[in-house]
């Protein structure tokens, strides 16, 4: 475990800015006596809402007041150009000149897309950077979706790409040296999908450095029958959104079902311990916090509607990866595939 983790947040961005933000940030530094979080945004919001929470003057909380927002309604190349005083962009810039190790932000996902492409630039061999997250199955361990809406057309080398990166990303979270990579089809059979998908899948098949098991349709997302799931940003974003969607709806009519009968109300009464146990298990607010692989640096995308808490998780996978060094691991990865293809030239 590293004994110094500092983390650059973007306190300005996503629909509650600091009302979620800034709880999350008292509760992280409080829980981790590691932890020491750069709260970019505007100082007098950021000072009153900690004033509030009794944790102004927490050595800890460290405020960098920046003068503009990335609104969500911002287009990307607006706030690459004219926003480098923003929560968002100062966040990052922090990580590019290694004063934080890592940069979360709720902001708009386009605009910090592009504004981390930008400033902090891609792995060497990597052609794009992917959003990554874990998602819910039947087993123990969840799922690596990716990509999630980071680039909503992608090319065969790209999802052969992001396979890589997925599997470096599965292999580090879930301690194994193997993780299976499968690729999200409309169906199992090698016939199915489009000329990119085939193409991926036969890139994947050959390679050394992914255990490719086949296609996986949308009911395998939560089977666990692969650790990676690799598709196109459109579809994947869709699948999480959907995905979240299910799990609160399942919630609130098992939650408004049990509300109805006084029987029932006993039944919840005793099964609370495994009621609370399932919730804990698919709400989605627990895996918050969508990596931006493939950069030099470590960048993670809270949701824009993230409570207090969500955006907490966020806080925390941004400190697993600064600990499981992934920029570097990707790097060592893509840097043998360079080295293989000059050898073969």
Request: aromatic share 6%; proline share 3%.
């Amino acid at each position: 475990m590293l004994t110094n983790l500092t983390i650059a947040l973007d306190m300005m961005g996503g629909d509650y800015g600091p009302r979620s933000s800034i709880p999350a940030a008292v509760r992280a530094v409080n829980a981790n006596a590691n932890l020491k979080l750069i709260l970019c945004g505007n100082e007098q919001v950021i000072a009153k809402q900690l004033e509030s929470l009794d944790s102004l003057s927490h050595p800890r909380l460290i405020i960098r007041h920046c003068n503009d927002v990335v609104t969500n309604a911002c287009e990307p190349a607006v706030a690459v150009r004219s926003k480098k005083d923003s929560s968002m962009r100062v966040a990052l810039d922090l990580v590019k000149s290694g004063e934080a190790q890592a940069c979360v932000s709720s902001g708009n996902t386009g605009a910090l897309f592009f504004m981390a492409h930008y400033v902090l630039k891609m792995l060497p061999g990597v052609k794009r950077p992917a959003l990554i997250s874990a998602v819910p199955t039947e087993r123990k361990n969840p799922v690596y979706l990716l990509d999630l809406g980071a680039n909503v057309n992608c090319d065969v080398q790209m999802l052969y790409q992001f396979g890589i990166m997925g599997s470096v990303v599965a292999g580090q979270a879930l301690g194994c040296d193997n993780p299976k990579v499968s690729l999200l089809n409309i169906g199992a059979e090698d016939i199915k999908g489009h000329e990119e998908i085939k193409q991926a899948a036969q890139l994947m098949q050959q390679s050394e450095l992914i255990n490719y098991i086949g296609y996986s349709e949308g009911s395998d997302i939560f089977s666990g029958k692969a650790d990676v799931i690799v598709c196109e940003g459109f579809v994947g974003n869709v699948a999480l959104k959907t995905c979240e969607g299910i799990a609160k709806l399942i919630m609130k009519k098992f939650t408004r079902a049990l509300e109805k009968h006084v029987v029932y109300k006993c039944m919840a009464f005793m099964l609370a311990p495994i009621i609370k146990k399932l919730y804990k298990r698919v709400n989605p607010d627990q895996y918050n916090g969508a990596s931006l692989v493939g950069l030099r640096g470590i960048v993670v995308k809270s949701h824009g509607n993230a409570s207090a808490k969500a955006f907490h998780a966020a806080i925390d996978e941004a400190v697993k990866e600064v600990e499981r060094q992934l920029p570097d691991k990707i790097a060592a990865i893509f840097e043998k595939t360079h080295s293989k293809d000059t050898a073969v030239e």
